[in-house]
Nanobody, 123 residues
Framework: QVQLVESGGGLVQAGGSLRLACAAS????????VGWFRQRPGKEREFVAV????????YYPGSVKGRFTISRDNGKNMVYLQMLSLSPEDTALYYC????????????????WGQGTQVTVSS
């Protein structure tokens, strides 16, 4: 069993940055890949980043590549999402999710989900 709690969201001006954090509980967390997702107002949830269990492999869709960076610290059971050059289009509820298979996260699936943290970018 893995429990996930997101933090770090807030209000930021366009061009600014935020770092989201996903705190995990569970002895086997280090075996799980972790992904970040977001749901913008009126839109479906979308995948924004994934990191494999070692932290050595990451993947991003084109919409955030070069601006978002995912990383993890297995010693602290933490996963982070550094977001740069934010725009109002990045306004969304951001979730982290964990799964044993990286590919499942890339397709929007995940075994465990957090409750989300709101990011609002003002113009």
């Amino acid at each position: 069993q893995v429990q996930l709690v997101e933090s770090g969201g807030g209000l930021v001006q366009a061009g600014g940055s935020l770092r989201l954090a996903c705190a995990a509980s569970g002895r086997t967390f280090s075996r799980y890949a972790v992904g970040w997702f977001r749901q913008r107002p009126g839109k479906e949830r979308e995948f924004v980043a994934v990191v494999n269990w070692t932290g050595g492999t990451t993947y991003y869709p084109g919409s955030v590549k070069g601006r978002f960076t995912i990383s993890r610290d297995n010693g602290k059971n933490m996963v982070y999402l550094q977001m740069l050059s934010l725009s109002p289009e990045d306004t969304a509820l951001y979730y982290c999710a964990a799964d044993l298979q990286t590919m499942r996260l890339r397709t929007g699936l995940g075994e465990y989900w957090g409750q989300g943290t709101q990011v609002t970018v003002s113009s």
